[in-house]
């Protein structure tokens, strides 16, 4: 799953590569499922009505939403779910199995969508629309775009009485962790996924809080991760490089890079969490 970092690595490569490019067509796939990816436009032509034609003005992101400004007056939102991947490729090359859309610019070149799962959602509208239908709303924290202040932190945690993972995955609290940065950054501070977030010493908020800016940080540098089920890729199909420096998410059974004890995986939810046992806690 995409989480906040590779979403910001794909609006940065859009900014780049397709601002200022005309759409010349848009092909909603026969692909099956191809409709699913469009499910507020009841016809293939009604969706290519409303961007055929135009030019990407910008690209913005709430959240993990990405908002691309056309120049008809209309965003075009992208939600990737789970599985959905952007990709901007020649117009001659093969159509992979699973691309639901294809936009095709009037200088060369194309925009695909590609999702196995057909989670992802696509969405064309004036910008009260967008705004209506909640696609710009975003209630935690996006480290990536706001400066968020050790005691305003602090402030918040205080107010909480969770497990510090249910936390750190709580879309209300900070955008888009997913489980690979929740437990990274919880390594990174030595506190277990178990924690209650209020019984953090000021200590512990201090290295929670520098944890969560450089984990962010540092994976946006090696523009994402891409590891087993996270295969990301960015824009042009090159994955990231974060899953080098990962220290315990899949990597049970191996020695902590920080105490030599072995890292160790448990059942979390509909998922799993890994830590150390020694150092965490």
Same mark, same amino acid.
């Given at each position: 799953m995409p989480a906040l970092v590779e979403i910001e690595v794909l609006r940065r490569d859009l900014e780049?590569?397709?601002?200022?490019? %005309?759409? *010349? !067509?848009?092909?909603?796939?026969? /692909?099956?499922?191809?409709?699913?990816?469009?499910? =507020?436009? +009841? %016809?293939? *032509? !009604?969706?290519?009505?409303?961007? /055929?034609?135009?030019?990407?003005?910008?690209?913005? =992101?709430? +959240?993990?939403?990405?908002?691309?400004?056309?120049?008809n007056d209309r965003v075009m939102v992208v939600d990737l779910g789970d599985t959905g991947q952007l990709l901007k490729v020649s117009a001659s090359g093969a159509l992979e199995t699973h691309t639901h859309l294809v936009f095709t610019f009037t200088i060369g070149g194309q925009l695909r969508l590609i999702d196995p799962k057909a989670n992802a959602?696509?969405?064309?509208?004036?910008?009260?629309?967008?705004?209506?239908?909640?696609?710009?709303?975003?209630?935690?924290i996006d480290v990536l775009e706001q400066q968020v202040t050790w005691p305003h932190f602090s402030g918040m945690l205080e107010e909480r009485q969770q497990p510090m993972k249910d936390l750190l995955m709580d879309d209300r609290f900070i955008v888009g962790l997913r489980h690979l940065y929740s437990d990274e950054i919880l390594w990174t501070a030595a506190l277990r996924y178990d924690r209650p977030s209020d019984k953090l010493t000021s200590q512990?908020?201090?290295?929670?809080?520098?944890?969560?800016?450089?984990?962010?940080?540092?994976?946006?540098?090696?523009?994402?991760?891409?590891?087993?089920?996270?295969?990301?890729?960015?824009?042009?199909?090159?994955?990231?490089?974060?899953?080098?420096?990962?220290?315990?998410?899949?990597?049970?059974?191996?020695?902590?890079?920080r105490c030599r004890n072995e890292i160790t995986k448990e059942p979390y939810g509909e998922g799993f969490t890994y830590f150390c046992p020694q150092c965490q806690s």
């Open positions: 780049r590569e397709i601002v200022g490019r %005309r759409i *010349k !067509d848009v092909d909603v796939t026969a /692909a099956r499922n191809a409709m699913k990816v469009i499910p =507020r436009h +009841g %016809r293939r *032509k !009604d969706f290519q009505a409303l961007v /055929a034609g135009a030019k990407f003005e910008k690209v913005d =992101r709430a +959240g993990n939403r990405l908002l691309l400004t056309l120049d959602e696509v969405f064309v509208g004036t910008e009260q629309e967008v705004v209506d239908l909640g696609y710009t709303s975003v209630e935690g512990d908020v201090r290295r929670l809080y520098r944890a969560l800016i450089e984990t962010m940080q540092d994976s946006l540098k090696a523009r994402g991760t891409s590891w087993g089920s996270h295969g990301f890729t960015d824009l042009s199909g090159v994955p990231g490089q974060y899953q080098l420096e990962l220290k315990v998410f899949e990597r049970e059974g191996e020695a902590c890079k």
